[in-house]
C-alpha cells in the first residue's frame, strides 16, 4: 500500500470542504464545485487541459504529461481526450487542429 502524508496539504483540504459547505448552506444542496471535482474524469479532463494551455499540444506528449501528472495510464487519458474531442465548442473541450495536434476550444 502506497501511503500519502496528508499532513502538508490539510490546510487546502480543508479551506476546499469550507468552501462546499458554505455552498451548500447557501444554496441549499450541493456544492457544484464539489459535484465537479468528484465527477469522473474530473482529473483528466483538467490535465488534458492544462497540457494544451501549456503548449503541450501532440497526442504523445499530451498521453504522456497528462497521465504522469495525475498518475493514471496513457490509455485512460486517451478515452478521456477521444471523449470531449470534437469541432462543436458546445459538446467539446478540444479539437485535432491538425493531427497529432490538438487544440483547445474557445470560450
Not at 11 to 31: C, H, M, T, V
Request: net charge neutral; charged share 20%.
Amino acid at each position: 500500500m502506497h501511503f500519502i502524508d496528508l499532513a502538508p496539504h490539510r490546510e487546502a483540504l480543508f479551506n476546499k470542504g469550507q468552501i462546499y459547505l458554505d455552498q451548500n448552506l447557501r444554496d441549499d444542496g450541493p456544492s457544484i464545485d464539489a459535484i465537479l471535482a468528484n465527477s469522473s474524469g474530473s482529473l483528466e479532463v483538467g490535465a488534458i487541459g492544462a497540457c494544451l494551455r501549456s503548449g503541450i499540444l501532440t497526442l504523445d506528449e499530451v498521453l504522456a504529461t497528462a497521465s504522469r501528472s495525475i498518475g493514471v495510464s496513457d490509455k485512460r487519458i486517451a478515452r478521456f481526450l477521444r471523449k470531449y474531442e470534437g469541432r462543436d465548442p458546445v459538446q467539446h473541450l478540444w479539437y485535432q487542429a491538425q493531427p497529432p495536434v490538438y487544440a483547445l476550444h474557445s470560450v
